[in-house]
């Protein structure tokens, strides 16, 4: 039996995306994400915040960095990614980051130009992006 990896966050854009171009025309985009949660700790209401770092790939790189801005409410589906690299001085690092597959843009219709409520879609086997402008929930 293999294991699932699945990511579900809700938050906001720390950050516009980070959008480069690697070698053979692929498109990377990458920012932070914020996700808050509250909780009543000794009777005062406590809010606690995680950073998460997303990343996403070719046509959902390109939409995400036409639509998606430094404040604005994703729902962001994807996997856990671990790698690692050596800084400079050739230390190894690890860091851990989201690898999206599909992102919704949630907020008022005034949030997004041109349109609202887009839903972006990638499968394992096809890179290529559709926006969904009926309006509807993927849920």
Known sequence: ?????????????GKDPEVR??????TVAS????TSETFNKDGKRVEQTEWHNIVLWRG??????????????V????????????????????????VAENFTMLGRKSDFEPTTSEVVHKTED????????SGDLPF
Request: no cysteine.
């Open 60 to 73: 959902l790189a390109e939409v995400a960095s036409k639509y998606l801005q430094k404040g604005k409410l």
């Open 126 to 133: 096809d890179f290529s992006t559709t926006i969904d402008n």
């Open 75 to 98: 729902y962001i589906e994807g996997k856990l990614r671990t790698r690692s690299f050596e800084d400079k001085e050739k230390v190894k690092k690890y860091v851990t980051e989201v």
């Open 31 to 34: 920012f932070p994400l914020a």
């Open 21 to 26: 171009h690697l070698d053979g025309g692929v």
């Open 1 to 13: 039996m293999s294991g699932i990896n699945k990511v579900i966050l809700v938050g906001h854009l």
